[in-house]
């Protein structure tokens, strides 16, 4: 398999560090709020990544973590280190407390995590529940001689690291090249603009409803060390593979690494994969601009969460994807024919296989896998799909590639219920054809919306109107 490394910059042929076991971590949420589109095209990114290594016969050790304290408002600015703590912030703006917030959105987290049909990690380590561990390795930073202290916190010493280490810090990204000024508040305390809180202090009279004792007095742990802190407890002081959305290459992932090999002298990850911004309608994604949508917005318009994620396959992990309703509309649609074609194949086994044929088969399962292995071609890989059922594959032989197909898709075929019309539907549509016939096409329409209001779709073909099913979540909305 061949994979995209942050690191290198570069398509890099992908040698596991301990075959088959291949441990993997990506970076999950910051549980204060939902999780918006953005977010969920990097975790569809890490679920595809992690089945198609199981697809190639690998065993996985996948961890991704949940953000419950720690994380500061001025990561928005450019500074990760200023600003409010979201949890607490939250729980302000919703009367309740920083772990009542943490537990409701952390809970509503792994539910939509199910309703996209990811496969859930072997673990999801939360922040809160991990702070002995981090403290242990910031006490292995300062006896390394990477950390200083300031009024407001324990800090990470880059300059030091640098010259320590013979490394560069941030090599995945141009931190090289940030300076403090209009968009990164200046703290006098710190050595180097690039430094990092490792630790903060609890203001006095701040009132903070997460804190805890530390050598260096009661505070919390920077946004940074609980990554390193979880991922080297539960899958070693080097990783396989490191999975997040490219915002994070700027400054959360080049820490991780700092403060890691700061501390193991180790490498710390093998390859660094990141999955590219999502825009919507041709600009930036934001909850400032009303346009950060969760995925609770897409159930309420009665789309099925399998159709963004069919929507997030239809370009490159890589390269940046464009949303609008309408796309969504389309990646609906799609999901809503594959259904139907999956339900037509069931309904019409039979069919055995030819020897002239099993070519054919095994040409659509390499075709598939090949560009799974070229650093997730996605958009090929849809395109196998759709060649497949296009095919003249006895029906059998067609659904038996599309479940295999589907380990990887996680689009919930095997679960495709064969289509059970009811029997007053069935007349509705025959009125809606004599309305046709008449030429009343508005009295046609109305028994249209009330066949679809009930979970149908009906499709106008040279042999007459056919009623199919949509999929789960693909009702109107207004029902």
């Not at 994380?71 to 009542?100: C, F, V």
């Not at 090999?261 to 590219?276: C, R």
């Not at 809503?336 to 099993?358: F, I, M, P, Q, T």
Request: aromatic share 12%.
């Amino acid at each position: 398999m061949k994979i995209y490394n942050s690191l290198s910059r570069k398509i890099e042929r992908f040698t596991p560090l301990n075959p088959p076991q291949i441990n993997i971590y990506t970076c999950g949420p910051t549980v204060y709020y939902y999780a918006h589109i953005g977010n969920w095209r990097t975790y569809v990114t890490s679920d595809l990544l992690v089945r198609t290594l199981k697809y190639l016969g690998y065993e996985t050790n996948y961890v991704m973590n949940l953000t419950d304290v720690g994380h500061l408002t001025g990561d928005n600015l450019g500074d990760a280190d200023t600003g409010e703590d979201r949890l607490e912030k939250a729980a302000k703006r919703e009367a309740k407390s920083a772990w009542d917030i943490a537990k409701f959105y952390g809970g509503k987290f792994l539910s939509e995590f199910s309703d996209l049909n990811l496969i859930k990690p072997n673990k999801y380590p939360k922040a809160t529940n991990h702070i002995s561990e981090q403290i242990a390795l910031i006490e292995k930073l300062q006896k390394n001689g990477l950390t200083y202290e300031t009024s407001d916190g324990v800090y990470f010493d880059t300059k030091e690291y640098e010259r320590a280490t013979g490394k560069k810090y941030g090599e995945l990204s141009d931190l090289d090249k940030i300076k403090e000024g209009a968009r990164v508040e200046k703290n006098v305390e710190k050595k180097n603009p690039r430094d990092f809180a490792l630790w903060k202090f609890s203001k006095k009279g701040e009132g903070r409803q997460m804190e805890w004792e530390s050598p260096w007095g009661v505070g919390f742990p920077g946004w940074h060390i609980e990554c390193s802190a979880m991922s080297m407890k539960y899958l070693g002081e080097t990783l396989d593979i490191h999975i997040g959305g490219e915002d994070l290459r700027s400054t959360h992932h080049p820490n991780e690494i700092a403060q890691s090999e700061g501390a193991t002298g180790k490498p710390f990850v093998k390859y660094w994969v990141h999955g590219a911004f999502l825009k919507v309608d041709g600009g930036r994604m934001g909850k400032s601009l009303g346009n950060a949508y969760s995925l609770g917005d897409i159930k309420k318009r009665g789309i099925d969460p399998l159709a963004l994620k069919l929507f997030y396959y239809s370009a490159y992990y890589r390269d940046s994807l464009n949303f609008t309703w309408e796309a969504l509309e389309g990646s609906q649609n799609a999901l809503n024919n594959l259904y139907e074609r999956v339900r037509e194949l069931k309904a019409s086994l039979g069919d055995e296989l030819s020897s002239e044929k099993l070519d054919k088969i095994d040409n659509f399962r390499s075709e598939f896998r090949g560009y799974l292995e070229d650093d997730l071609d996605m958009p090929k890989v849809m395109a196998v799909v759709w060649s497949t059922l296009k095919s003249n594959l006895p029906s059998r032989d067609k659904l038996d590639l599309l479940y295999d197909f589907d380990d990887v898709l996680g689009l919930n075929l095997r679960g495709v219920e064969e289509a059970k019309i009811p029997q007053d539907l069935i007349k509705l549509a025959k009125k809606r054809e004599e309305y046709r016939q008449k030429g009343d096409f508005a009295m046609a329409d109305k028994i249209r919306e009330k066949i679809e209001n009930q979970g149908f779709i009906i499709k106008d073909g040279e042999s007459g109107a056919k009623l199919s099913r949509r999929s789960a979540f693909g009702k109107k909305s207004n029902e």
